[in-house]
């Protein structure tokens, strides 16, 4: 059974950092795109960034460049989020997502994602 377990997250006041990250089980994170999205209160859940199934290549939102970065342990089949310069905007639920078949065209779009995390609650303070 394929299980997505999320930690980290909580309340920081702006300017300052959190660490998100997604355990899996029962699936290898290598052979998935993983993806990161946030779901504000009202609003649609939206992309953050991702790995691509390679690894290869990593993508990010506009808004996050520069600030976020998305990292991957194989050995501990992980993959993290480090999240600094946090500013009210970045507030939401955080999710992990992961596909073993999604195309690269597709890696933004939170429908093509198969597993899902638990969610994490992501709180910035002004």
């Known amino acids: 059974q394929v299980q997505l377990l999320q930690s980290g997250g909580g309340l920081v006041q702006a300017g300052g950092s959190l660490r998100l990250s997604c355990a899996a089980s029962?699936?290898?994170?290598?052979?998935?795109?993983v993806g990161w999205f946030r779901q504000a209160p009202g609003k649609e859940r939206e992309f953050v960034a991702a790995?691509?199934?390679?690894?290869?290549?990593?993508y990010y939102t506009d808004s996050v460049k520069g600030r976020f970065t998305i990292s991957r342990d194989n050995a501990k089949n992980t993959v993290d989020l480090q999240m600094n310069s946090l500013t009210p905007e970045d507030t939401g639920v955080y999710y992990c997502a992961a596909d073993r078949t999604i195309i690269l065209s597709s890696i933004r779009d939170f429908r093509q994602y198969d597993y899902w995390g638990q969610g994490t609650q992501v709180t910035v303070s002004a």
């Open positions: 790995f691509s199934r390679s690894g290869g290549y990593t």
């Open positions: 029962g699936l290898t994170f290598r052979s998935y795109a």
